[in-house]
Structure formats: C-alpha cells, structure tokens
C-alpha cells in the first residue's frame, strides 16, 4: 500500500511565523546617534525558484561582484531587476494548498555591507531591526543565520550585538515572493516582494528600556489627563516639562490638560529617561469607550469622516517616503478628513506619529487577509484553523505593541476579510488582555462576537438607515442579536471610489447625520493604485501580463495615483465639511440670512474666518467678512448677510491662521445662494425658414436640405448634432459581476445604446420653423426614441426645441438624453455660468460651484485611470465654445443643463483602456444633456438610488444657439 508522507517543510513553508528574532516592543525612530540606517543600495540576485536552499552568499568573502544592485527599502520587481508586479483582488496567484506555496517562488538574494558606528559603547547591546519585508526572510550576519520571519508589514528584531565587527559587516537576508505568510496576505493590492520598508541598526545601551506602554487618559467631567508610564527592563522617570509632570515610571499622576482629539491634537512633549537611554514622549491625552451603544472618545459622539489607506506610490509601490506620507496626512486633513483605517496592514510606524501631530483618528488593521478561502466556502480557512493561531497571534502582538503608544490609534482591527474563526477570536482575546483601552474592530463576522463595534462594508442607504434606528434584519441567535444591536455602527468601507464617482455621498452622511447610532465611515479607497507605465501611463492589473488578475478594480481612489485629488476627494470635502453654511432666505433682491451651524464634534469656530462675496454677472459686486457667535459643535446661528439684487453670493469659512496642514485663508467649508430667479433665455422667434437648392436657411444656421442636419451656425461649421443617450460607460455603470442588482453599463451594451441608429422621416419646412422628424433606436431591438428637432430663430439666434417620445418598452435607464454636435478643433476654449470647476453627476453634484467659468476644454478632462464618461457640468445656464478670436458657439438652456466637451467622441472614450490612447482629433465634441444618468457605487456598492435614475419617457427640452456675447 502507498503511503503518503507529508513532508518536510521548509521554513518558508511552514506555519510557524518565525525564529530567532525578539519580542515584539513598541516602536520609536532611536536617537541619531544610537541609529544606524542600513537603507541604500544593496547588492542583489534573483532565482526563478526556491527549490534548494544554498547559503553560500551569505557566508563572509562570497564574491558578489556579478550581482545586480536594488534600493532598499524597494520591491525589486519596480526597480527592473527581474519579475514583474502582479494584481489580485480576491484571488490567490498560485493554487490554494495550504501552506505550500509554488517552486516557481522569485527569490532576491540582498547583501549589504556596513561597519559599525565608531562612537556606540563596547556594552551596548545592538538590534537589527526590519520594518518591512514581504513575504518573507532569512538573515545571516557575518556568517551566522540570525532567524526568519514572515508578517510582511510588521516589524522584525535580531539582536546581533556579539556579531559586530568594527568594519566589513556582511548582512545577508533572503526574501522568498511566496511563503506560508502569502496565504495570510491576500489583501486587494499588487503583489510586490522586496525589503520594502527601513532596515536600521539600533544601539541599546545597558539600561536601555526593553519596552514601555504610555497609558494617557482624559476625564472629561475634571479637565484631567491621568498618565501611567509601564517600562519593561529598566526603571526610570517620565518628564512631561509643559504640564510639570516628573514621575517614577508605573506611578500614575493626575494633572490638568488639554485633551488630544483628531479636531485638536494637542501632544505634550516629554521624555523617559531611564539609566540607559532618554526616549522621546509625545503623550496625548484621551479615553476612548462605548457608552450606551455610541463610541465616545473624551465623553462626546464622534462622527467618522474617514478613508482607508493603503500604501502606495505610483513609482515605489509600497515604499513609501516620509514626505509622501505627509502629503498623504495634509491631503487629508485639507478635505476634511478626519479618520484612517490603514487597510489593511499597519502602516509604516512614521505615519501614525504624523497622525498623532495633525490630528486623525486612526483604526489600526492588522496584517491579516485570508479572502482567497471565500471561493471555497472558507474550508481550511487560516482563520479558523488552530493550526495558524500562533502566527495570526503573533501578528496581532507585532501590531499591537509597535503601534501602542500612539494617541491616533484609537481601534485595533484585527484583519480584513477572513471569513469568521477561532483564530480571530484569540486575537481579540489577547489584545484586550494586553490593551483594555482601546476598541476592538473586525467587519467579517456577522456575530460581531469578538468586537466592540458593528461593522459593514458597502450597505445601501435603507439598510444604514434601518441599522441607524436597530430596527436592522435579526441574526438568528437572539443573544448576538441583542448584543449587535446595542452596538454602535460604522462602515468600514464604502462609496466605491472607482473611477467616475462614488454617487450617492451626501445621502450617507444625512444619515450619519440624522442617527446617532451612525458614526460614519471609511470611503474606500485613498488613492489609485495605478503604476508608472512607459505606455499605458499608468498601469492596472493585467498591463504585465498576468495570467490572472483584476483589471482596474485596484485604481478605486479618491486621488489618482499622482495624487492629484479626483472629483470623488473634492466631493467627499464638500459632503463631510465640518460647518454647514446654509441660505434661510435671500432668493429674493432683499438682505437675505445664512445658518451657520457648528459640526465639529470638539471643536468650536475661533479657527475660522467667514468671509462673504457677491458676483453679478461674473463680475465681483462686494466682498466682506461675517460676524459669526461663538458656537460650540452643535450650535448653530443665522447670520444676516449685506447683499442686494440679483446675482450669486457665497460664504467661505477659511483657516483664521495657518496650521501644520493649511495655510491661512484655505476653504474648509462654503455655502451659496442665487439671488433672483433663474431666467430662460427669451423665445428665438419669428424667423422663416428658406430653401436653397440643398440647403435650408433659417436665421443664422444653415441645414442640409435633405436630412435636416444643422451643418453651419453662423461663420462656425456644425457636424453630426443630433439627440445622444450614450455615455463611456463607468466603472460604477459596469458594477461589479457578483452584484445582485442589475447593472446598466452592461445592460447598455446589450440594448445597443452605443450604436443608435438615426432614421430621418421628414424635414420640414414651415412658415416659422424647421421641423425635423427622426426616430433613433439601436439596431436588433424593437425600442426607439421618436425624436422631433424643431428649429426656430429671431434672425440672428437660433432656437432648438427637442422632444423625445419613447416607444417600446424602455426596462432600463439611459446614460443620458441631449444633444451632440461637433465642432472644429479651433473652438477649444470654454465658458460657462454653473456649476463648475470640475465635473459633477446629479448624485456627485455637492462639490459643484456656482459661478462664471472659463477654461480650455482639455482641462475639463478627468483622467480616470481606465478612461470613462467624465467631465459634465452641472446646472449650466449657458455654455460658449469659441476660437482664438472669440469666435464661436454660445447656447444658453431653456432649462439648467449638463455640459461637456472633448476633443473625441463617447465611442472613443469608451473604447480607449488606459489614457494615452485618447488623441485629440480634427473636432470638439460637445454634449448639451437635459438629463443625466446618476453615477452610484455599484462598482462594489449600491446602484444609482431611484431619485438619479434616468428613466426613458416623454421629455422637452430647448436651447437657444447664438454667437458668443
Ligand atoms: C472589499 C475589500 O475589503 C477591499 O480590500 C477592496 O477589495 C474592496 O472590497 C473593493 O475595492 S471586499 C469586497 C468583495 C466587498
């Protein structure tokens, strides 16, 4: 009989998370002269496979002189020394046998060659410390293997004080892509190997701390911060100089402070100087805690305005520099973000101290994924397999003792999609052993039994709504049932930032508004993973070839991955402001009142200045500033404002001071009214139209004779103006292939609504019009749009009046419903009076400005990553297109319209994959739409909700052509 015998596996292989390395303690950056930063240059080699394990290159003397050269940190697959990134979502790259992992597994081979600083003590102790390695590595130093680890975003230590030389050191660390860790890294993201974060040689002088935890609370009902320094290995006194405080370490002392809070994030400097080592304090004081099922941080509702964050630059993938990191902070904090989730690993250790510096609320995830088991109904899920507990045990440790000195770092999170299990269990045991003050989170377990906090990803509105008033559907087990209900909610993930949108923002926060029991949430995501590309610009899933991937379901950011923020970020901005300035009245000519009301949850006004302007007509009419009350968050006050006449004002609360993120005079929140009513523009009638030969006269446009086409306005040449219902379909139209709700973009595509046909049944000419008779339909189908273009003028403008009969059976919306025409490439230039500057949908539409806007029309482009509909104006009064000259175009809408040019057409945009494809050609193409089709989330959302939709059914609309003003 055949036996099987399981094998031996290597170290890579096995489950275990590692050997040979220290404890896990918490982090702080050591001081310049106990560090030595091994970043830089280091020799390198790449195998194909890890198939045996030969360690002659670590040994000291072994000849590297051949090897090629990566930067550390660096993932070597960006860095054009062999291999290539990869993207999956939810899917393993390789077969799921758990914890085998392929022969074919990259392996880079790194030396670095360094001598020990000539001024740390003969006694010191020394430490090797690792900040980041994926997925795996092996270390030798000088000859003598020091360990292995796994946990890719997570700190690794080695103390290797008695194998120091002066000079010639040989560190030698290998990294395999692929390890038994890969299968607890599933996270949606590239897969990029390397030494990817700091590797620091850190002297520990006798004495020395081996760790300290810094306990800071606040009491709101005193005014009193208590603060309990414990220090491991050492004894010693904690000095905090701006409030006085000197005390022994494990003393608690209760003194009177200012509380840190994300609004304001007041740190104290400080120190713990034990015999061996003074290290460097920020204490920030404040409580967080559940009471009566709303998380309270320093006694008061806090209201999440969040992301998720993952790390990513679009040249050094996961390699993140400090400056980025920063930026990153400041982008943040300028959009009125207010929360973190760092999807879904702890991030580099630097960014939480930046954190705790301006000011976010942060949920700490652990470095845990285990999605891929999902397709296999989660059997041998890591998760829940006791096997794996030590390693996911040790993760949470790693995590939790880096980051626990961090006053940002108000909820641990113990992973991301990793079904439900015992393993998840334990690690929210042993964290609220070693940290009962902070909370716990994880959103994969229905039964919310390990958690403090409800938590979901991507619900629609009703369900937030029915969560927000726990009236939401009950588990089956009536104990959790009770116990989630008592819970607060929030929403670890949602508005699908994917290309052109997430729609439907503002609904949210109405709702995290209106129920306390809604704390808001993380939109996700940051920012776009997209890669420099030499061709594609930027690149998704599949632009290296693999085999297996997910496209662009990893470019889903609020900023494109240049940073450039998206319309979603200035949305988002506009959606979460933290003051709401709002008209009472004042649509009509007399003084009219603003309500200014407070929605900081700590902070008051005195930061901000209100400032107030008027435009009639484009042209600044006065200016001032408000006096606004003292409110304290909730408040609110009516404000009257000085403003008379028609015209539009509006009312900007700006930085009072600069800050570590905004300069003076930046826009955190704004309000606008219009005063007077909206005037259409006055009829263009009157004019005959005449038949010459082939051509048809009316005014100043000229129309071919037999098929009605408007062909000349004035001295500008018109082509293909006729009703357009099409747009590039979206990654949100698209939805995502396991959404329950039917989703349009496809549906679109099946209709034929990208290749409508347009029959001409009879142009007609009357005593005061052209009437043009058409139906346009797509091929194959039996549904049409009757369609009649009714042509008027006053002998200089000229009138279009369209109306729009649907026949058939119309099952799904349109994209849109307006007109196209083409115009030459020579009236590139824009202006317009609505919304603006960038682009808005009517559920995106909060952002949108109104006012008098001038620009080219490539810059009304929006790059999405994959190219997509994008660009439309809201509320458009009238829209000129003109020349160098001043030539041109103008239209002004019967009713507000949405406005769009670019330099190709919707087919074009749709078929283009990546943005250098779109070239601009001999014509401007512009869309006049009466209506269009709301964006939503259904890229891995909700669709677009009822009051956006776009249904077909009978519609007038006009506009009125002339040459511009
Ligand atoms: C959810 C993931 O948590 C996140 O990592 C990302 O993949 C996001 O979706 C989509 O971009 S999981 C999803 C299947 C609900």
Same mark, same amino acid.
């Given at each position: ?22 404890? *896990? ?176 040689? $850190? ?68 120190? $713990? ?14 409580? !967080? ?31 993140? @520099? ?202 996700? %995501? ?8 030499? /061709? ?19 470019? @889903? ?19 979460? /402001? ?32 209100? %400032? ?50 905004? /300069? ?140 729009? !009969? ?8 349109? *994209? ?41 029309? @490539? ?53 283009? %994959?990546?943005?250098? %494809? ?10 006049? @739409? ?36």
């Amino acid at each position: 009989m055949n036996r099987t015998h399981a094998p031996i596996l290597p170290w890579y292989e096995d489950m275990a998370a590692g050997s040979g390395g220290l404890e *896990p303690r918490a982090w702080y950056a050591g001081s310049d002269a106990g560090r030595l930063s091994l970043n830089g240059e280091w020799r390198f080699w790449l195998s194909p496979g890890a198939t045996a394990e030969d360690e002659s290159f670590a040994r000291p003397g072994f000849d590297a002189s051949g090897w090629g050269t990566v930067a550390v940190p660096g993932h070597w697959v960006l860095q054009g020394v062999g291999g290539a990134p990869a993207y999956t979502n939810v899917a393993y790259p390789f077969p799921v046998d758990p914890p085998r992992v392929p022969t074919e597994n990259p392996t880079g081979d790194h030396l670095r060659i360094f001598d020990r600083p000539a001024g740390w003590a003969g006694d010191s102790e020394v430490v090797l410390r690792f900040d980041g390695v994926e997925s795996c590595a092996r270390v030798w130093l000088n000859g003598r293997e020091l360990g292995d680890f796994k946990g890719s975003r997570l700190p690794h230590e080695f103390t290797v004080g008695g194998l120091l030389r002066a000079e010639g050191n040989v560190l030698a660390v290998r990294v395999h892509q692929w390890s038994s860790g890969s299968y607890l890294e599933d996270q949606d993201q590239w897969w990029l190997p390397g030494i990817f974060r700091d590797v620091t040689l $850190l002297e520990r002088p006798p004495g020395a701390p081996r760790d300290f935890f810094v306990h800071a609370g606040y009491d709101h009902r005193h005014g009193s911060g208590t603060l309990r320094v414990e220090c491991d290995g050492a004894e010693g006194r904690v000095v905090l100089p701006g409030l006085g405080v000197d005390a022994a370490t494990g003393e608690t002392v209760t003194v009177p402070v200012e509380p840190w809070t994300a609004e304001t994030p007041r740190l104290y400097d400080g120190e $713990l100087v034990t015999t061996g080592e003074r290290i460097p304090l920020r204490v920030g004081f404040r409580t !967080v805690a559940v009471e009566d099922g709303v998380i309270r941080v320093n006694g008061r509702r806090v209201l999440f305005r969040g992301v998720n964050r993952h790390e990513f630059h679009p040249e050094t993938g996961r390699a993140v @520099d400090a400056a980025t990191m920063r930026r990153d902070l400041v982008l943040m904090k300028q959009h009125n973000i207010n929360a973190v989730r760092t999807s879904h690993y702890p991030p580099h250790p630097a960014f939480l101290d930046l954190c705790d510096e301006l000011g976010l609320w942060v949920v700490d995830e652990c470095d845990l994924e285990t999605h891929g088991f999902a397709g296999l109904e989660w059997r041998d899920n890591p998760a829940d397999d006791e096997r794996w507990t030590p390693a996911l045990l040790d993760r949470a440790a790693r995590m939790v003792e880096r980051d626990k000195n961090h006053a940002s770092v108000i909820i641990w999170s113990l992973g991301n999609e990793c079904g439900s299990g015992r393993g998840l269990t334990a690690m929210a045991r042993w964290i609220r052993g070693r940290d009962p003050e902070r909370l716990v989170h994880y959103e994969g377990d229905p039964s919310c039994r390990d958690v403090d906090l409800y938590s979901r990803m991507y619900p629609d509105h009703a369900e937030v709504e029915s969560i927000g008033r726990r009236t939401e559907a009950p588990l089956s087990d009536a104990e959790s049932d009770a116990r989630r209900r008592a819970m607060p909610f929030v929403m670890c993930e949602y508005g699908h930032a994917m290309g052109n949108g997430p729609g439907g923002l503002a609904e949210y926060q109405r709702l995290f508004e209106q129920y306390e029991r809604c704390q808001g949430g993380f939109v996700w %995501e940051w920012i776009d993973h997209g890669l420099v590309h030499p /061709e594609h610009g930027f690149a998704y899933g599949g632009d290296f070839g693999e085999e297996l991937h997910d496209s662009n379901f990893v470019c @889903d950011g609020l900023l494109f991955p240049d940073r450039t923020p998206s319309p979603g970020l200035i949305e988002y901005k506009k959606v979460i /402001e933290p003051v709401r300035i709002e008209p009472t009245a004042g649509t009509g000519a007399g003084p009219g009142t603003v309500r200014i009301s407070n929605g900081y949850d700590f902070a008051g006004l005195e930061h901000l200045d209100f %400032e107030w302007s008027y435009e009639v007509d484009g042209a600044p009419a006065g200016s001032g500033t408000l006096d606004v009350p003292e409110l304290a968050p909730g408040a609110s006050a009516e404000v009257e404002l000085p403003l008379r006449g028609e015209g539009v004002w509006t009312v900007r609360a700006v930085l009072a001071r600069s800050t570590a993120w905004g /300069e003076r005079g930046h826009v955190v929140a704004w309000g606008q009214a219009e005063a007077g009513a909206a005037v259409a523009p006055t009829a263009a009638v009157g004019g005959r139209p005449e038949r010459n030969g082939r051509v048809i006269t009316l005014g100043a446009g000229v129309f071919d004779a037999a098929t009605g086409a408007l062909v000349r306005l004035g001295t500008v040449p018109v082509v293909g103006l006729r009703l357009d219902v099409w747009r590039a379909p979206t990654d949100n139209d698209n939805g995502a292939a396991w959404q329950p709700d039917e989703r349009y973009g496809p549906r679109w595509r099946e209709l034929g609504l990208h290749r409508m046909r347009h029959r001409i049944d009879a142009v007609e000419v009357g005593e005061d019009a052209l009437a043009v008779r058409a139906r346009v339909a797509p091929a194959g189908v039996g549904p049409g749009l009757r369609t009649v273009y009714r042509w008027t003028s006053d002998g200089a403008r000229l009138g279009l009046a369209v109306s729009v !009969v649907p026949e058939g059976e119309w099952r799904v919306p349109l *994209p849109r419903l307006g007109i196209r025409f083409g115009l030459p490439a020579a009236y590139g230039r824009a202006r317009w009076f609505g919304g603006g500057p960038g682009e808005a949908y009517p559920d995106t539409r909060a952002a949108s400005v109104l006012g008098w806007w001038r620009m080219p029309v @490539d810059a009304m482009q929006t790059p999405y990553v994959r190219p997509q509909e994008n660009g439309a104006r809201a509320d458009v009064r009238w829209a000129e297109l003109t020349d160098g000259s001043g030539a041109g175009v103008r239209a002004e809408g019967g009713e507000p319209f949405w406005f769009t040019a670019r330099r190709w057409t919707s087919e074009q945009l749709d078929a283009a %994959e990546h943005v250098p %494809e779109l070239r601009a050609g001999e014509t401007v193409w512009v869309n006049l @739409d009466h209506a269009v089709q709301g964006i939503g989330s259904q890229s891995c959302g909700p669709g677009v909700l009822p009051e956006y939709r776009l249904d077909a059914k009978d519609t007038e609309f006009s506009f009125v052509f002339s040459a511009p003003g």
